[in-house]
């Protein structure tokens, strides 16, 4: 590193004095073109591949190091592994200390490590023989560093803001610093961060990239964050910054586990260390297909996390044994923010590990959210997208609906054919039981068929099946249109006995239990009856039980109007005056004007309304 940047990457005393990289070093160098390359330099010695790996994530290519006197070491071999598991899509090879090696100690070396990237990203990648010592080698591995920067896409800085914090450190007149590489999105000065996992919040102060202020950081750039609002012990390796409310910490991951073929078998239930981006958690392996893989297989699983991380969808991360600390595997992550999954599940989890693309995806989600669907930002969070690029699509998304608007809630066209179904299965039982009755009232069927949907999901279930012409609706109660308040010959006859009851009686109403008492018919079926005919508007009930007939009720109202002009006072002497009924009877026919907005009280008197 110091030959190629001309910075020394080791900064720990221990790692002076002993000579070798305990911790992550960082320098940086231009390769011409205007390319700087950003190098982070890893741990070699097994004992620190915990270090080697909080650096490891997000990394565009891999210059992997042998020395000419020692040639493949196991910790090579581990490290090789590791590149691979995390799906480095290109490096080289050097061969370091050349000037301490003769040609055929090289050369051997070089078959040594040709043997080792067999089959792998870095088949057929250049391997240069360097020394730091003499300069052999070094400018033909500058330019094959920059033939690998020509190669290398520029990361889209369009994704959501993500920042896996791999160094805290305070600085004298600054404050808390934090470094890490920027894996997406962009970050500019006056940003505000939250912390994950968190709680923690920040504000962006001030940024550096290669040791130079800069006002934004893009994606893909090693970067420091000057961080204020915050105190340094919220921060440590393994926290992750984002933009608030785009990420969520979770503690289950569904992913697939990939072994490498010198693994042991991994036994469901197993314990096992995670490395995640910077961070290490320890985590319980739920298989979802054999209860045991084998080394060089793979299988579906979920992760159970004993601390909370932060993971995207598509992430990679390395498995270690708990113990002793070896690596045994690597998985992408399927879905960062889960359901606790049982081996059953294992279709599920399928589909969404099957989903190409961003919409596929969001379908598969919305299946498996059930009735209660799946909120934009939450449905963004566990794609990892940012929700102004999701928000366009879920129109696209032929599996779901998008329903509502603040925010907008996908629920699966199946979930919502089951519900249709449900709805009318329970309408037509309601009529069934209920037959004189008009329809069912709107939040009974709410409550009983819809559960934990979405307000939106029952409206939009509602308009479609009204919209097919199988559903009447009213303000308060829903029918089906088949549906028809039938009386049979006994109800006709009571309907009867009712309708001539009240038109004899006048203003004065009549009780229902009067009407059975006369025409000796049950006081329950008349009951039943008489809640038709108040609910068809041919008798009004005044009062806790008097019924009167509706051509009674609107003469009254029309002589109301007639005799007092909008405005004017209406005293309950006139009125009773003017219907020759006793108070009684007075009251609550003046409480009847008042509930249809006639009359309104005021003191002992009404007052007209126009």
Known sequence: MRALTGTDPDRLKEEKERGITIDLGFAHCELGEGVVASFVDVPGHERFVRNMLAGAHGIDALLLTVAADESVMPQTREHFDIGRLLG?????????????????????????????????????????????????GLPALREALLDLARETPERPSDGLLRLPIDRVFSLKGFGTVVTGTLVGGEMAVGDDLEVLPGPGRARVRGLQVHGEPVERARAGTRTAVNLGGIEIEQLHRGR????????????????????????????????????????????????????????????????????????????????????????????????????????????????????????????????????GGIDAPHLAARLTVPLARLLPRLGDVPEAVALGADPPVLVSRIVLARLSEEALATLEGHHRDHPLQPGMAREELRSRVFGVAPVAAYEWVLEDLAGAGRLRLAPDVIALTSHRVELSAEQEEARQALVEAARASGLA???????????????????????????????GRVGPGLLVHHEQLESLRGQVRERWPPGSRLDVAAFKEMTGLSRKYVIPLLEYLDRERITRRSGNDRVVLG
């Open 88 to 136: 480095v899509p290109r490096g080289l090879v050097a061969i370091t200390k050349c000037d301490v090696a003769d040609e055929d100690s090289q050369a051997l070396v070089e078959l040594e490590v040709r043997e080792l990237v067999e089959g792998s990203f870095l088949q057929g990648r250049p391997i240069l023989r360097v020394s730091a010592r003499t300069g052999e």
């Open 509 to 539: 109403g009549v009780e229902v239990r009067t009407v059975a008492e006369t025409s000796h018919k049950d006081a329950q079926l008349l009951e039943r009856v008489a809640r038709v005919l108040t609910r068809e508007g041919v008798l």
């Open 240 to 371: 992750v910054l984002a933009a608030p409310g785009t990420l969520r910490a979770t503690s289950m991951l569904d992913v697939e586990i990939s072994l490498i073929p010198s693994a042991r078998p991994l036994a469901d239930g197993a314990r096992v260390r995670v490395h995640l981006a910077s961070a290490e958690v320890l985590a319980r392996v739920r298989l979802l297909g054999p209860e045991r893989l084998e080394g060089g297989g793979s299988a579906l699983a979920q992760l159970r996390l004993e601390s909370p991380a932060v993971a995207g969808r598509g992430d990679r991360l390395v498995l270690r044994s708990y113990s002793p600390a070896d690596t045994v595997g690597g998985a992408v992550v399927i879905d960062p923010l889960p359901p606790r999954r049982r081996a059953a599940d294992l279709g599920a989890v399928e589909s969404l590990r099957s989903a190409e693309d961003l919409v596929a995806a969001a379908g598969a989600m919305a299946e498996q959210a059930d009735a």
